[in-house]
């Protein structure tokens, strides 16, 4: 993979995903890539939910009424719909589940930056396919409610929700930090 691959890298936002998203088959690549990451002890730190299809509106129910119990009277029809549309505005979701594994040699953030490094190469993925794509978390990722609708366990969360699909525009350059202001050498 040309370095040009990672310096021309951009999310999409959500608002911009269409269809067509990955197949069945893509999906499994993408996640087959995804656990090529860095793992420790070959601890598989991570577990993989996708929601494709009529599961992302079954789902999105699940979400619309623990934000509707969440927030009682101060809930708008707008709000409520959004929720209920959440997992909608893209083809398919992929929930990244970091699930650490006790270990006396591996340390729970090691396993932890492991679920995000599978992030990244969902991401990266992604674009090697054809596909647009962006990691989001927002509320519904630190919700325990929404641990429960997903069957966490105690010792699981979310590392993000990536959303995949076809891009309605090509997204703009933004901003960066050039890389001499942010790296120095060490020395003594």
């Not at 969360?157 to 050039?178: D, T």
């Amino acid at each position: 993979m040309p370095l040009s691959f990672l310096l021309k890298r951009r999310s999409v936002v959500v608002a911009r995903l269409q269809e067509p998203g990955p197949d069945k088959d893509e999906i499994v690549e993408l996640i087959a890539g995804a656990i090529r990451v860095p793992d420790h002890k070959a601890l598989a730190p991570w577990r993989f939910l996708v929601f494709s299809g009529a599961a992302r509106a079954d789902f999105g129910k699940k979400i619309a009424a623990i934000y509707e119990h969440n927030v009682g009277e101060a809930r708008t029809d707008r709000a409520y719909e959004n929720e209920l549309n959440r997992f909608l505005r893209a083809p398919v979701v992929i929930g990244v589940i970091s699930s650490p594994v006790d270990s006396i040699k591996v340390p729970q953030s090691e396993q932890l930056l492991s679920a995000g490094a599978a992030c990244m190469n969902i991401l990266h993925g992604a674009r090697a396919l054809g596909y647009a794509a962006q990691w989001v978390t927002e509320w519904i990722a630190y919700d325990a409610k929404v641990d429960e609708v997903l069957h966490l366990e105690p010792h699981q969360s979310v590392a993000g929700f990536i959303y995949l699909g076809s891009s309605s525009e090509i997204p703009g350059e933004r901003p960066r930090v050039k890389p001499q202001d942010v790296m120095s050498y060490w020395s003594l």
